[in-house]
């Protein structure tokens, strides 16, 4: 059996050497493709360093370094989401109510722990998301609409919330400020924040069962029901998971910028959409990677970042982080299409 | 062989008649102008009722070509950038010197433009949805938007410009005479036309309507095409009504068209839905924000009642039409 | 222990407005290789589905061991150690061979609940190994060929030490050196202590392997037998249900002058070197296995997919097809194989489905003219023998056999030449089918020229002027009707030997 056993495996490989592994192609493409947007970064990195020395100064890396940690935060859970082929806009307005009551809490109790202000706004995010979770889980809306429209929800509450003012530094004690900048270990505590949640998240999606089942349901809905897979919990979690992640952004934004506003982070969400596209999520489910969304966000931390100092109007940011999207979408289609035509031609007629 | 009975006669049944989402609409509507009048006694007046839909009329000429795309099935949230685009360029332009009806066909060619340009991109990338294309693409548009104007108003308008917001034909508001002509035209192409009834099937069973001879490719540029165009229309009356224009004008008007769209009865799932219902929306989301506009609800507040509006109007056919079955509005 | 592992008494399932399966028994003994035959849209697929616990039965009693059972849920059928493989193989083509293998039953580690990496690909790589495969278990799913993927199914079985094994047409897609290892491997299952129900249209699958034989009719139970006490014709017999001649109404048409001419046409991938001709009034046959690309042929003549080599003539001229509007107005027609997802609007009227097609003709300046909508489709409608109300019943309150009549009706909206059949009475009732066939005929007699899709032989046998064979993507044979029997064209579909790596 085991010598003609391989002749069949020869056969339907169609390859003649049966022993030496077939590389996957699309597996090869996702490598190249991290490669490519480090190369990039460390490209664009130098340039800009060239124009503008001021650029790979202490304080601009670690400035740059706190901005992306939030937006790959917010990266992380829209992974998720995006992964089960859904899609979350809501995530700026989810930021700004939790930012915005957690800087009220503290403003009422300024002795208040920073670590409870933090869990409020956690719980704040964490019901937002459980919320969408419900409508787009369980009551089957699309995923664009509800967001949509709980968008617009959750931002007008804000604006109740806050009264229509603004909670702007001298309301917030310096125990909550600190927290954006104090350190532990000698990290950011920002960036170490960031770090933990790229290790359990890490985790999550490759080692637990249920991570695997995000990637499963996005992958098949279909075979995801047959094979058992509770659909329905998983989807309600990714929208939990990225609330949740809102609402730990929300409170870390206002921490840093000392302000929390009704239009708080208003549109962040494009650019947290933009992180993942880049960092090769693919918008019709099914994959995506961590280390691929922190290239994706660091990428696009810098680009905003470096664009002032090198003179690039800040108008234009806008419409390069939408060409950004566009052309990574597109080159991904691309580059599918590719492989599609490739696992064609090796077929024999 | 056995008799067969085919009629070509439909029968008449005066429930299915009366179980139409557009009566619901009738009723709430009817119900929203109750409670107006109750909480304002300045609301039931007809030249206040007039001038009101002056104030709401110029993001529906983007509900009419909304109510096909999303019969498609598709969704196009890029709507309130191209309405930003056209109007900043338009006004970029007069003000460099070009004459002003010239501005005004470029407003409406930008708008074509962007339309198109979706249309052409959701076609040709079938892998990637509508909601990402329109996305990437109401981020570009609203970004050329700010590269043009940076932070700045621009405006000074001729005067008879100003007629299109705020004029009036005897003492019926000009953008309503305009709106009504539109949904009149809209209305046939969608009910009576050739078109109309391959934008149906498509939504339905692009598949079928595919193997059915449809240039499905065609009809969806168009209808994006379309889309471009009446935010072109939509950016005239706006930047008339409001004497000038930036580049962050008619933020959130995708939210607005789409709640209206949905409301109407519009399924997003493609396929079902009629126009009467979307303008009834239309009239319904206007009248509302102006009843507790008039009380002085926050506009923040509206923003909370519209995006319950636009969940209730997804949510409730599901829930309540869900295990019967769903009602047949094509 | 007892006699049967696996035991079903008197299943009925109905789904809306049809009876799938109808007072079904079958059992099956530890260690046996069980054929399942029938022809399509006999239930077989339910009946699966039935035991897998996809879609529990309505009626009846299904015994595992002795034991009585009841199954809600895969889930449910899967933790008494039954496994299917699907026809259509569902996997995450994102995931890697080892996922997929283990999807619902990963190694965990106890406690912290980790996944256990490292022990699923080795206990993968250990599976692919004795399947004979040697692509890497870390390899992405979407990167297989289908004979591949369907190895990474049988693994799925193994891996759950499946007791009771379901194969769904698994040597549909294989070429006959690729079936002959499918065919060791079930055996090694068996050796091993499963027991395999094997679905297959394959006769030379059944002789091969197995052992006894069920034949399911028209969803109903008709028997079960030794595979070495029945005849060949028997089996035809129970599971046509009559001598196979005597359904098909096909009359000599007269056939004329050439319609449609295809020289060299081929498309990477999926076909080549595709050349016959077609006729007035002839009806010609286009079968093989499926997945041999007929489908695809078709579907490039009318213009859904490109082609990249060859020519096109009609009558006489060449002919450029890129969309099915050209090869309409060509005239050209295709009835596709899914009624259901390429012919109908489901939640549309009878009517409108009609129409759909030649909308230009009840419209005058682009706009419709209900009156004669209506008109022209009860017209069609009762011409091709609809059975319903009115124009205005949804076409999905309709059974298969009259759905398929609607989808006549839409061809007869436009003046054509040719006509395409994808697959016909795929899926119809036996009453229907004489029908449809009756519609076929009448065609060919008022000069159309037909290319008929078919997968089973005693229609392309019954009702076929010529008969073109296709294998792997090529045609291997053309047979008159003389010549055509069932032997002739199964010869000319299997391949002989391996295709040269």
Request: charged content about 20%; aromatic content about 8%; proline content about 3%.
């Amino acid at each position: 059996m085991d010598d003609k056993g391989s002749t069949m495996a020869a056969a339907l490989a169609g390859e003649p050497h049966a022993n030496t592994p077939k590389p996957s192609f699309s597996a090869s493409i996702a490598k190249f493709r991290e490669l490519g947007l480090l190369v990039f970064i460390i490209l664009l990195s130098v340039g800009v360093q060239l124009r503008n020395p001021s650029f790979l100064t202490w304080e601009n890396i670690n400035d740059m370094a706190t901005n992306t940690a939030i937006l790959s935060i917010l990266a992380v859970g829209m992974m998720f989401v995006i992964i089960t082929r859904g899609i979350d806009l809501s995530i700026g307005a989810t930021l700004a109510l939790s930012g915005m009551i957690a800087a009220l809490t503290v403003g009422e109790f300024p002795g208040m722990n920073p670590i409870l202000a933090i869990l409020l706004g956690m719980g704040v995010g964490l019901v937002c998301g459980i919320v969408l979770g419900f409508l787009v889980a369980k009551i089957g809306i699309l995923p664009i609409i509800a967001t949509l429209g709980m968008m617009n929800v959750f931002r007008g509450l804000t604006y109740v919330a806050g009264g229509g003012k603004w909670v702007s530094a001298h309301q917030m004690p310096a125990s909550f400020k600190d927290m954006a900048t104090g350190s532990i270990l000698g990290i950011n505590n920002l960036i170490f924040i960031a770090l933990i949640i790229y290790v359990i998240a890490y985790y999550f999606a490759n080692h637990t069962r249920t991570g695997r089942q995000i990637y499963a349901v996005g992958s098949n809905p279909e075979s995801a029901k047959i094979s058992g897979i509770n659909t329905d919990k998983i989807l309600w979690l990714v929208y939990a998971i990225m609330g949740g992640l809102s609402g730990l952004a929300g409170v870390l934004w206002v921490a840093k910028f000392a302000s929390a506003q009704g239009d708080t982070a208003s549109g962040y969400e494009l650019s947290v959409i933009a992180a993942c596209v880049l960092g090769g999520v693919s918008i019709a489910g099914g994959s995506g990677k961590i280390s691929g969304i922190i290239l994706g966000s660091v990428l696009l931390g810098i680009m905003n970042n470096a664009l002032p100092l090198i003179n690039v109007s800040p108008f234009w940011q806008n419409g390069i982080q939408g060409a950004i999207i566009l052309i990574a979408v597109l080159v991904n289609a691309i580059v599918k299409r590719g492989v599609d035509r490739n696992n064609l031609m090796r077929r024999k007629i | 062989m056995d008799t067969r009975i085919i009629t070509n006669k439909r029968d008449f049944s005066l429930k299915g008649f009366f179980l139409q989402w557009e009566w619901m609409l009738v009723l709430i509507f009817i119900g929203v102008n109750i409670m107006n009048m109750s909480l304002s006694e300045y609301y039931w007046d007809y030249n206040n009722l007039r001038d009101a839909t002056m104030n709401f009329l110029d993001k529906a000429f983007i509900v009419l070509p909304m109510v096909f795309i999303i019969i498609l099935g598709d969704i196009d949230i890029s709507v309130a950038s191209t309405v930003a685009l056209s109007s900043v360029v338009m006004a970029d332009l007069y003000n460099m010197g070009v004459p002003m009806p010239l501005a005004v066909v470029i407003c409406l060619a930008v708008g074509t433009v962007c339309g198109f340009i979706n249309g052409l991109l959701v076609v040709k990338y079938k892998e990637l949805s509508a909601v990402i294309v329109t996305l990437a693409t109401m981020i570009i548009y609203r970004g050329i938007a700010y590269i043009l104007l940076e932070d700045q108003a621009s405006g000074s308008f001729p005067d008879w410009f100003s007629f299109l917001g705020w004029g009036y034909v005897g003492s019926i508001p000009f953008i309503l005479i305009v709106f009504a002509v539109f949904a009149i035209l809209f209305a046939f192409l969608l009910h009576k036309t050739v078109f109309g009834r391959r934008v149906y099937a498509m939504g339905n069973n692009s598949t079928a309507s595919f193997f059915s001879g449809i240039q499905v490719g065609k009809v969806k540029i168009i209808v994006f095409t379309l889309t471009g165009l009446m935010a072109g229309v939509t950016a005239l009356f706006l930047t008339s009504r409001m004497g000038s224009t930036r580049p962050n004008v008619a933020t959130g008007y995708e939210l607005d068209v789409i709640a209206m769209v949905v409301l109407g009865g519009i399924s997003t799932a493609g396929g079902k839905g009629r126009m009467i219902g979307a303008i009834l929306a239309v009239f319904l989301i206007g009248f509302l924000r102006y009843g507790l506009g008039l009380v002085n609800v926050q506009a923040q507040v509206l923003l909370i009642i519209i995006g319950l509006l636009l969940i209730f109007a997804v949510a409730v056919p599901k829930l309540k039409w869900g295990k019967n079955k769903p009602r047949k509005l094509t | 222990m007892a006699e049967y592992v696996l035991e079903l008494n008197g299943i009925t399932k109905t789904f809306p407005g049809v009876k799938a399966l109808d007072n079904v028994y079958f059992k099956l003994k530890p260690g046996e290789i069980h054929a399942l035959m029938g022809e399509n849209g006999a239930g077989k697929s339910t009946f699966i589905k039935v035991i897998t616990g996809v879609h529990p039965a309505d009626e009846g009693e299904m015994i595992m061991n002795g034991e009585r059972v009841e199954f809600k849920t895969p889930n449910d059928s899967k933790r008494r150690g039954i496994a299917a493989i699907y026809q259509h193989v569902t996997n995450y083509p994102d995931l890697n061979v080892t996922e997929n293998i283990f999807m619902g039953h990963e190694k965990l580690q106890k406690g912290t609940k980790r996944i256990l990496w490292k022990e699923m690909h080795k206990e993968a790589e250990q599976l692919l190994k004795e399947l004979g495969a040697s692509f890497s278990p870390k390899t992405q799913m979407g990167a297989l060929s289908v004979a591949e993927q369907q190895i990474v199914e049988i693994a799925k079985a193994l891996s759950v030490d499946a007791k009771i094994i379901i194969m769904d047409e698994p040597t549909a897609a294989l070429t006959r050196r690729e079936s002959e290892e499918l065919y060791r491997i079930a055996e090694r299952l068996r050796d091993r202590g499963a027991s395999i129900i094997f679905i297959s249209h394959r006769f030379e699958d059944m002789y091969r392997l197995a052992t006894k034989v069920t034949v399911l009719r028209d969803s109903k139970y008709i028997g079960t037998w030794d595979v070495d006490a029945i005849s060949n014709h028997d089996l035809i017999v129970a599971m046509v249900g009559r001598d196979i001649t005597q359904l098909f109404p096909k009359t000599d048409a007269e056939i004329g002058e050439e319609l449609l001419r295809v020289e060299g046409l081929g498309k990477t991938g999926y076909f080549a070197d595709i050349s016959f001709s077609l006729r007035r009034g002839e009806i010609l046959g286009l079968t093989g296995l499926v997945g041999a690309g007929r489908t695809e042929v078709c579907q490039t003549l009318f213009g859904i997919e490109p082609y990249d080599r060859g020519t096109i003539y009609f009558k006489g001229k060449e002919a450029r097809i890129k969309k099915p509007l050209d090869a309409m107005n060509y005239g050209i027609g295709y009835l596709p194989e899914d009624r259901q997802k390429q012919g109908l609007v489901l939640e549309w009227g009878i009517g409108r489905n009609i129409t759909l097609p030649a909308l230009e003709k009840i419209a005058r300046k682009g706009s419709i003219n209900t009156a004669k909508e209506a008109e022209i489709a009860k017209r069609l409608a009762e011409k091709v023998g609809v059975k319903a109300k009115s124009i205005f019943d949804l076409a999905s309150s309709l059974s298969g056999g009259n759905q398929q009549k609607v989808v006549f009706a839409k061809l007869l909206t436009a003046d054509l030449d040719v006509i395409i059949l994808d697959e016909p009475t795929k899926g119809v009732d036996v009453g229907a089918k004489s029908a449809i066939y009756e519609i076929i005929s009448d065609l060919a007699n008022q000069g159309y020229g037909i290319i008929m899709v078919s997968s089973e032989m005693p229609e392309i046998i019954g009702m076929c002027d010529r008969v073109a064979v296709m294998r792997e993507g090529r045609i291997t044979a053309f047979l008159d009707r003389k010549s055509i029997t069932q032997e002739a064209i199964l010869k000319a579909s299997m391949a002989d030997e391996a295709p040269v790596d």
